[in-house]
């Protein structure tokens, strides 16, 4: 018989690892970040340690992002940080206690990638591994009724994907997934403070003026923030003031490409679910519902009630316990996912 520390859920996101332990909830919320070391790769940090190393590391200290887009980019890497959240979510030690794990995996990756993601978790100490669409994990952990017979819609959007979902009857009826997210608007604001101003920024700062500033939708007030970084021509430190409407315009191709794959998920969606939309309305989860607005502009868009989740950032991960938690619902889907080998 598994001990509770033995079953676990693991939200493998672009930018931040949630762990959940059955019985316990979530322990481990971690950026996807893993610092390395010299030729051979040696992992010296992971989680928030390595982040704080984006940008000031020196030459032989590597500190990167080991998954792009929702998918792993170097395997080895992120078998290592698994491992890593993995003993620390569990506290076990060695190998002769492997947990069982659900892993979310975005609904539009590869069979060569969920295969990579499995293959990784397995190697990171796992015993069986299952894996569950992102969205169907974000609506459970959101709490919506997806086993009943009604539509149930979904956009999770993370920090290298979108994913956009209707379900009924504990199955995803239509989705669209794309390789855009949270980290794509950070990569925007990058660009457009280069451009503008000839100033270069890190990830860490670009992701707090999408925080402090970023909107999808106009605010009351409009805001503004002095950004620091180096000026390209002179290399030297510089300052300037950033306002909330360069900004939006600056992400403003990213947000209408995940409005865009909204509205054509409502448009493939079965009448009798789109109905039940309607009256329901459209739930917003991932990181990427917390920036400003979106919830509005997707509301004004489509003309359906749109709100984020409660805790968005949790969604994934809270979902995967609640499919550990329901031993019919974990062999139901495990069966259905057969079909992707």
């Known amino acids: 018989m598994l001990r509770l520390a033995d079953k676990i859920g693991i939200d493998l996101g672009t930018a931040t690892i ?17 610092a390395t070391d010299g030729p051979d790769g040696r992992v010296l940090s992971v989680g928030e340690e390595a982040q704080a190393m984006l940008g000031r590391t020196p030459g032989s200290i590597v500190a990167k992002r080991p998954l792009r887009d929702g998918v792993i980019a170097d395997y080895s890497v992120t078998r290592e940080m698994l491992a890593y959240l993995m003993r620390k979510a569990t506290g076990l030690r060695g190998k002769i206690f492997r947990p069982m794990a659900v892993i979310c995996i975005p609904s539009a990756a590869t069979s060569v990638e969920r295969r990579a993601a499995l293959d990784a978790t397995r190697s990171a100490g796992a015993g ?8 169907m994990a974000a ?15 979904v956009v999770d959007i993370g920090g290298g994907t979108t994913d956009v979902a ?4 504990d ?16 990569e925007s604001i990058i660009r457009h403070i280069k451009r503008v101003y000839n100033l270069d920024i890190g990830e860490r700062t670009a992701e707090n003026i999408k925080i402090q500033i970023g909107s999808a939708f106009e605010f009351e007030e409009e805001r503004e923030i002095e950004v620091r970084g180096r000026d390209v021509i002179t290399g030297l430190p510089k300052t300037v003031a950033v306002s909330s409407v360069e900004i939006r315009s600056a992400i403003s191709e990213c ?26 309305g459209i739930v ?19 003309g ?24 019919d619902f974990l062999v139901r889907h495990a069966k259905s996912m057969e079909s992707y080998w």
């Open 166 to 169: 209707v379900i009924s009857l």
């Open 284 to 302: 917003l989860t991932g990181g990427g519902a917390l920036l400003h607005g979106i919830d509005r502009l997707l509301e004004l868009e489509t």
């Open 171 to 186: 199955g995803i009826v239509v989705s669209d997934s794309l390789r855009l997210g949270g980290n794509h608007l950070d």
């Open 255 to 280: 947000v209408s490409a995940i409005l865009d794959a909204v509205k054509s998920i409502l448009e493939r969606t079965p009448p009798e679910l789109s109905s039940d939309i309607i009256e329901r």
């Open 18 to 34: 949630v762990v959940y332990a059955q019985g316990r909830g979530i322990v481990v919320r971690e950026p996807s970040v893993v």
């Open 304 to 327: 359906i009630p749109v709100r984020v989740a409660d805790d968005p950032i949790s969604c994934v991960a809270m979902g995967t316990g609640k499919v550990l938690e329901e031993a």
């Open 139 to 153: 609506a459970i952990g959101a709490g919506l009724p997806i086993s009943a017979p009604g539509g149930n819609m």
């Open 128 to 135: 069986k591994v299952i894996p569950i669409e992102e969205p």
